[in-house]
């Protein structure tokens, strides 16, 4: 666990980076730091590693304060990942990766056993070993940063911005590869971004910072979307939180209506013998051989935003549901979705008013 | 002396005896120890005063007035001024060749550091290296094309302006320029003026490979078999390269 305690950052020209910070990173977990440019989420994270000293308060990892160690041992403890990766161009890839090994006296042949077993992980080609980060791209380089700062296995990482130098679907990747990566390792992880969608993504939690180096709001994507503590939150979350928040909700709990009940506007649902869907038949829409295409289905375990998405899409207003086996086991008309949304509103505003 | 009427001096044999005192390969054994000696004390000056104000930022007006200073010092007059206060000999002219070679040398060692990228320097630190593993293994190694440079631009400098040393006594190919102009013998005077130019050539040919050697080929390009358009490197170029002109 990473505890600020009370941390305010002036720098000299007087400018409050941070101020007054109280904040508990749970360990094993991704923290994300997000706000508007400038709000101090770089020097909150540089702070941790104290590669910038608080102006006063502490900082505590695991409750040890962490001006009480040797600021370069601690380092080495702690994984860095700076913007831009910040490689080291005349190195090969393999000897940045191996940088933190190599400090702490691993030998040659042990750290770029390392080196390639970390490449592996973070999903680069062994080829890639001894060329030079010139040589690679954008998204690659940053997979080498990430590597490098896992290479001595260090308990917590601080991530400043490291999807942010690559375009939207290499990022897309890339956060999937890092989920994925962390649900192995289990790190104590502080990310900083600019990025809510990326914050709502890939955080456990989320620290939401204003102009100032204020703390606006520290909580769970879900309560960030759902119940934004103030205007700012809800300004900077962002006007479709609403239909976002819908992400953290399955469809178990929506209740289907029969595959064959009445429909108000004629459209029939076609089945092939083992009972997958095909389309919709009816007024206005295609044949019982050449259906309109259903757009989709979901399953139990999909997300209600899924389920929302699929039935104002769909070319008749329903969203059919199927079984492991994809066979079609009921509708949810938009209207009934609607209600049972409405429902699980008011449901959650109770159980918060009564806890 | 046997220089013929029909020989030039540069293609008679009988000067390009080995070990005869006086043959241009002797000249050339002496001319090669004086520049040297000068480059290699004005290094150990020049080179870790530009590293302490490259990786400080520390009194780099020091290192941008030795730049302009050194262009400014006519070297003969310093020679001549070095002589009233040391007398003939080694020295003074040892002395005026180490003046000559610092400005390009802590210049260039100053920029090099200068240009080094911050964010590598930050993700040094951030990984736990300590300031003096920051300098050896990041930062010197990001400057080796600039610190090369100058340090090249020295050699080529001193090479050609070793030939002082005869003014004030000493051997070297100087000697070829001082005697042929006291004998009107032209063409020895050319041969001294070939000499040091084909060495100056040479000397910077075999700095050329001792750069390509050290330089790692992730910062001087030789990597790149595609040009990468992310990546912000240092720029692997050679600013001022030394020009070949005799002083
Ligand atoms: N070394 C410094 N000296 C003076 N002011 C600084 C320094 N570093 C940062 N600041 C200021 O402190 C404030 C917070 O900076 P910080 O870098 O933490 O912002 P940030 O939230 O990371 O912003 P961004 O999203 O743009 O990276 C800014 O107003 C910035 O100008
Ligand atoms: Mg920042």
């Known amino acids: 666990m990473i505890t600020f305690d009370g941390v305010r950052k002036v720098f000299p020209d007087g400018t409050v980076a941070v101020d007054n910070l109280d904040l508990e990173l749970p360990t094993g977990k991704i923290t994300v730091f997000v706000g508007p440019s400038g709000c101090g989420k770089t020097t909150s994270l540089r702070m941790i590693n104290?590669?910038?000293?608080?102006?006063?308060?502490?900082?505590?990892?695991?409750?040890?304060?962490?001006?009480?160690?040797d600021d370069a041992l601690l380092r080495r403890r702690i994984g860095y990942v700076i913007q831009h990766a910040g490689l080291f161009p005349h190195r090969t890839i393999a000897e940045n990766i191996a940088t933190v090994p190599h400090l702490n006296g691993v030998n040659k042949k042990k750290a770029r056993a390392v080196a390639l077993e970390l490449m592996d992980r973070v999903g680069l080609d062994e080829s890639m070993a001894d060329r030079y980060p010139v040589q690679l791209s954008g998204g690659q380089q940053q997979r080498v940063g990430v590597a490098r700062a896992l290479a001595a296995?260090?308990?917590?990482?601080?991530?400043?911005?490291?999807?942010?130098?690559?375009?939207?679907?290499?990022?897309?990747?890339?956060?999937?590869?890092?989920?994925?990566?962390?649900?192995?390792?289990?790190?104590?992880?502080?990310?900083?971004?600019?990025?809510?969608?990326?914050?709502?993504?890939?955080?456990?939690?989320?620290?939401?910072?204003?102009?100032?180096g204020h703390l606006a709001q520290f909580a769970t994507p879900q309560e960030l979307l759902e119940r934004p503590a103030n205007d700012f939150v809800a300004d900077f979350v962002g006007r479709d939180r609403g239909f976002r928040?819908?992400?953290?909700?399955?469809?178990?709990?929506?209740?289907?209506?029969?595959?064959?009940?009445?429909?108000?506007?004629?459209?029939?649902?076609?089945?092939?013998?083992?009972?997958?869907?095909?389309?919709?038949?009816?007024?206005?829409?295609?044949?019982?051989?050449?259906?309109?295409?259903?757009?989709?289905?979901?399953?139990?375990?999909?997300?209600?935003?899924?389920?929302?998405?699929?039935?104002?899409?769909?070319?008749?207003?329903?969203a059919v549901r199927v079984d492991e086996t994809g066979r079609a086991d009921g509708v949810l008309r938009h209207d009934s979705l609607v209600r049972q949304l409405n429902a699980r509103r008011r449901r959650r505003a109770e159980a918060e008013s009564t806890s | 002396?046997?220089?013929?009427?029909?020989?030039?001096?540069?293609?008679?044999?009988?000067?390009?005896?080995?070990?005869?005192?006086?043959?241009?390969?002797?000249?050339?054994?002496?001319?090669?120890?004086?520049?040297?000696?000068?480059?290699?004390?004005?290094?150990?000056?020049?080179?870790?005063?530009?590293l302490y104000i490259g990786h400080t930022g520390r009194l780099a007006f020091v290192a941008i007035n030795a730049g302009n200073a050194g262009r400014a010092l006519p070297t003969l007059g310093l020679v001549s001024l070095l002589v009233t206060m040391f007398g003939l000999g080694l020295i003074p002219a040892l002395i005026a060749l180490v003046i000559l070679a610092i400005p390009p040398i802590l210049t260039s060692t100053y920029a090099g550091l200068r240009a080094v990228d911050r964010a590598a320097v930050d993700a040094a630190k951030g990984m736990g290296m300590r300031e003096l593993?920051?300098?050896?293994?990041?930062?010197?190694?990001?400057?080796?094309?600039?610190?090369?440079?100058?340090l090249r631009s020295a050699a080529l400098q001193v090479v050609a302006t070793a030939t002082v040393a005869a003014y004030v006594g000493l051997g070297g190919l100087g000697r070829l320029l001082v005697d042929g102009l006291a004998l009107n013998q032209y063409d020895r005077v050319v041969a001294g003026a070939v000499v040091v130019a084909v060495l100056a050539i040479v000397i910077d040919l075999v700095a050329e490979g001792i750069q390509r050697l050290v330089v790692s080929p992730g910062i001087s390009g030789r990597a790149l078999t595609r040009p990468s358009k992310s990546f912000p490197t240092v720029s692997p170029t050679q600013p001022r390269a030394g020009t070949a002109s005799a002083g």
């Open chain 2, 133 to 150: 593993g920051i300098l050896l293994r990041v930062e010197i190694p990001m400057a080796l094309p600039l610190i090369i440079s100058g």
């Open chain 2, 1 to 50: 002396m046997s220089t013929t009427q029909e020989t030039p001096y540069l293609f008679d044999p009988a000067n390009w005896e080995f070990g005869a005192a006086g043959s241009i390969p002797s000249f050339i054994v002496t001319h090669l120890y004086y520049t040297g000696l000068a480059l290699a004390i004005a290094i150990l000056i020049a080179v870790p005063v530009g």
């Open chain 1, 245 to 318: 928040s819908l992400s953290f909700d399955t469809a178990a709990a929506l209740e289907v209506d029969d595959l064959f009940s009445v429909a108000t506007g004629g459209e029939v649902l076609v089945l092939d013998g083992a009972g997958h869907p095909h389309g919709w038949t009816g007024p206005g829409l295609g044949s019982t051989s050449n259906p309109t295409p259903l757009g989709g289905t979901f399953v139990t375990g999909d997300s209600l935003r899924l389920v929302t998405d699929l039935a104002i899409s769909s070319p008749v207003g329903i």
């Open chain 1, 153 to 212: 296995d260090p308990p917590v990482m601080l991530m400043d911005e490291p999807f942010s130098a690559v375009d939207p679907i290499v990022r897309e990747v890339l956060q999937a590869e890092f989920l994925r990566i962390q649900g192995e390792l289990g790190k104590t992880i502080a990310l900083v971004t600019h990025d809510i969608d990326e914050a709502i993504k890939i955080g456990d939690m989320v620290a939401v910072f204003r102009q100032g």
């Open chain 1, 50 to 69: 104290r590669m910038i000293e608080p102006t006063s308060g502490r900082i505590l990892i695991d409750g040890d304060d962490v001006t009480s160690q």
